[in-house]
DNA sequence: GATCCTTTGAAGGGC
DNA sequence: GCCCTTCAAAGGATC
């Protein structure tokens, strides 16, 4: 379990979560990696490619020697790293000056007044005003990107990658946030220049009306904070944000920003409000983590009677039971990061392909970067109980149906699921995680 | 259309 | 306390 603390201060060392990954090996990889830039990345798309030879050169691979187990074995209790924590819970809760977030993933960290950015007049705090285009680089602000006049951009203001909810393999640097991604819980687009129609707009996922910013709404959203409980969710691809206190919508609520939470949460959303039999916070907007099953309509069968319809309500009241995903690991929010970064460097877009090269990637990380995302995630999973304080993990068992593996003898470890796994015979560095899962099997 | 693949981490049950 | 299983994201591949 993790040790989350319930005290007033932040629990930023959660220790548990800060687990052993290097070993020797990987301190070779690391350093290999570091060196060599993005040379990892092509030798993976090489090893992809060529299954033979990667094969019959696994040895040099450090993680495919690395014992399967060793991370879990030798759980990661430095004390630096630790330290390294507690810094991080410093410059968060006490320093109350915006300064350049060492990890923009979660900038609002760094950012004091986000909870009220607005002046006594209304009007939008400083660093609110420097830290929204940060946040949302999509809206055209009023200061141009450097190199691009404001309005002048052929892209702007509705390009078409902006408006996919499709992340694309090949995007402009300069308007996506490259933390767009895990800050927002999907890839739906603010497009500034594009509003949808008004009042509502059909969720193309899941065929319901959902309400669409206007206009009115400036970029900024530099709107009370007793109007903003009538703004709708600004997430996308369907997926609504978290809830919001203040002027406008981050993906976490601002009480984030400081170590407040508890008193922000039970006094905005108390317990009863946002649990999971309720599925929607107050402001009505759901969670991102929830996802609302589809109606399905069934034919019934008069046949059967009674005790059919019995069974078919209760699968029914199942079913409408939104489902409430769970919160992602600092893994998770990595890849969410990152994927787009790298199926553009490298044109993959399967992703057991990506997620390999992200899985090396992760371990190429500092330990600080590494644990700013576990630092992400424990506030995710903090933030997350808070809002459902009655959901488990358990819930969702069961629900993703899975074919049965059959399985399969240690000495071919390729074939899982009795399907040939052709990344895993491609390249060493997956050969482990396939004999580990064999092994389990 | 459903599931697999692939990654890491969290969580919970079983022993 | 350790081990195992499941799920979280993602999209092409496979069933």
Redesign the pocket.
Known sequence: ??QLNGGGGDDLG?N??M?S?KDEGEQEEKISETNSGESDLADLKSSLVNESETNQSSSSDSEAERPP?S???EPYRDKSRELLLEEAAKRQDGGGLFRGPPYPGYPFFMFPDLANPYLANGSLSPSARSYLPLKWPLFDMQAPLPGRKAGDDSRSPSPAYLISN??PVVQSPHHVHPLA?ILTY??ERFVPGTPPPIPTEVDPKTGLPRPSHTPELSPYYPLSPGAMGQIPHLGW?GQPLYPLAGGFRPPYPTALVNSSMSSFLSGRYPPHMVHPSHGLPPTGIPHPAIVTPPVKQEAHSGANGSEHQKQNSKKEAEEKKP?I??P?????LF??EM?AKVIAECTL????AI??I??RR??ALSREEQAKY?EL?RKE?QLHSQLYPGW???D????????K?EKQPAEQPAV????R????THTT??AV??ITLL???
């Open positions: 379990m993790p959660a548990d979560e687990i990954f187990q991370r879990h074995a499709k992340v991604p999907g890839g691809q489902h995903k769970k992602l690991n600092a893994f998770m890849m969410k994927r877009k399967e992703s057991a997620n390999q992200l899985g992760w371990h576990y995630a999973r488990s993990a358990r969702n068992y069961g629900k993703k149906k899975k074919r593996r899982i699921g009795g399907k796994s052709v990344l895993a560095m997956t995680p396939a092994t389990k099997a």
